[in-house]
């Protein structure tokens, strides 16, 4: 793009993706993205533009289209912003692009770790009976920050819950060590108990209420 004026040579609707159609800039691919981010920036086979607009059409395609696909992903679940960063970064937007787009959706609210780390904390820890430690680490690896993970564990999992999921996760393992021994099977669901993110005293706590109301 060095010349002073450039050509659209081709616009062509792809099959794949669907609903996408490839620019051709004096028979060079230039852009691929969705049809109708492609008319949105009126380009047409045949118009001429100089190289800052072509640079500006180019660039506000790319960014349209990574917003597109990131809208996409959040209808289908929350996403906290490394995995949306993760998501683009594979469709190798770059990452000027990637920061904006994410700049954009934070600011009109669609993407907040903190209030996803909360909500996190809320549903996993009572779905899948997971104490502090678990969801710690599984919000870390979805990318979220110590400082909103902190936040949220403080917020929805006081002592008092952790106790009710620490005790509802033991009744349930004791019922599936039935075979064994007492002492046994509190053994196995202590260390069940550690492996599901729950701190020794509460395990120990939990097991100790269990035994005297059997």
Known sequence: ????????????????????????????LVLEAPTRIVAGLGLWTGRVMCVEELRRALRTGREEDALALALKALAACERTETELRRQLARR?????IVATVL???????????????????????????????????????LGVAPSPVDEA?????????????????????????????AEEARSRVYAFLLRRGFDGEIAVEVLEGLKESE
Not at 7 to 17: F, M, S, W
Not at 111 to 132: F, K, M, N, S, W
Not at 156 to 167: D, N
Not at 168 to 176: D, T, Y
């Open 153 to 181: 564990l403080v917020e929805e999992m006081s002592e008092e819950s952790q106790k009710a999921l620490a005790e509802a996760a033991a009744r349930k393992r004791l019922r599936q060590l039935r075979r064994l021994t």
């Open 103 to 141: 700049d954009r959706l934070r600011e009109k609210g669609l993407i907040d770790d903190h209030r996803y780390a909360r909500e996190y904390v809320r549903t996993q820890g009572a779905r899948r009976g997971l104490g502090p430690g678990a969801l710690r680490a599984r919000l870390v690896q």
């Open 1 to 28: 793009m060095s010349h002073t004026e450039h050509t659209i040579t081709q616009v062509e609707r792809l099959k794949r993706p669907r609903g996408y159609s490839a620019v051709y800039v004096d028979g060079e």
């Open 92 to 96: 190798e937007f770059p990452q000027p």
